[in-house]
């Protein structure tokens, strides 16, 4: 039960950031995501007997949510700053891979919050599109998956993942593309929903395995415990961190 209500809870919210809420509070909710997420990260990161990330990772993956334009600047003087105080460590072979981490977190987990909002001031259905895609394929996977999956699709990363359940997911992105954009964006050509909906939810799988092989190798089964009953914000969101950019982009080129 208090894993449903979560869930309702959770729809509740997005739904109401994506369709209602006003700009700046959109930018506000996005900042928050990838900042917890970042930090639940940051755990992983620990986890990996890894330097925990630095007060620069979060800065960095606050400039790219908020100041996208200045990303390159900021990241280059923000990588400047975390060497240069790294220099005071006493094991210098901490140096390199926990900057490099701190980095790739804000990258990782706060960038495509910056695709959302763009996907948002074309069309709210575009980003309810990209964000659904995922939430929709992982529903039809799991059913699949339960009844039909018998091929193991990654067992060292995910024993409980079948390419059965793989299938049934992109089918599921599609079927609710097709009908979703169908409806709110009928000039759209069904078969750039197809192609954008198939190449999403490939990567929103990608982004799931990504992340559960991250857990694995730090020896964790969530990223978090923040959402009663789902573990951690992380773990929520992780298909959908791969799959907004590549909707963005797909939007742009087709």
Wanted: glycine content about 10%; aromatic content about 12%.
């Amino acid at each position: 039960m208090t894993r449903v209500l979560t869930g309702a809870l959770l729809a509740a919210v997005a739904c109401y950031l994506i369709f209602w809420s006003p700009g700046w509070l959109f930018q506000f909710a996005a900042l928050a995501v990838g900042l917890i997420c970042y930090r639940e990260y940051a755990g992983l990161v620990t986890s990996h007997s890894l330097r925990p990330p630095s007060l620069f990772g979060y800065m960095a993956g606050a400039v790219v949510i908020l100041f996208p334009q200045y990303t390159a600047l900021s990241f280059s003087l923000l990588a400047i700053g975390a060497l240069a105080l790294s220099l005071r460590l006493s094991d210098l072979r901490e140096i390199l891979p926990g900057t490099a981490a701190a980095f790739f977190g804000a990258i990782y987990t706060c960038l495509p919050w910056h695709f959302a909002g763009l996907l948002r001031a074309d069309s709210v259905h575009w980003l309810f599109f990209a964000l659904a895609l995922s939430w929709s394929g992982d529903s039809v996977a799991y059913y699949v998956g339960r009844a039909f999956g018998k091929h193991r699709l990654a067992p060292v990363v995910s024993p409980k993942k079948s390419w059965e359940g793989t299938a049934g997911s992109v089918v599921g992105s599609v079927v609710f593309g097709v009908l979703y954009m169908g409806y709110f964006q009928p000039l759209t050509p069904v078969w750039k929903i197809v192609v954008i909906a198939v190449a999403a939810n490939v990567a929103g799988q990608v982004g799931d395995l990504a992340e559960s092989a991250m857990k694995r190798g730090a020896g964790v089964k969530d990223s978090g415990h923040i959402l009663p009953g789902h573990g951690g914000l992380l773990d929520r969101v992780d298909s959908s961190l791969f799959a907004l950019p590549v909707v963005f982009a797909l939007m742009r080129i087709l």
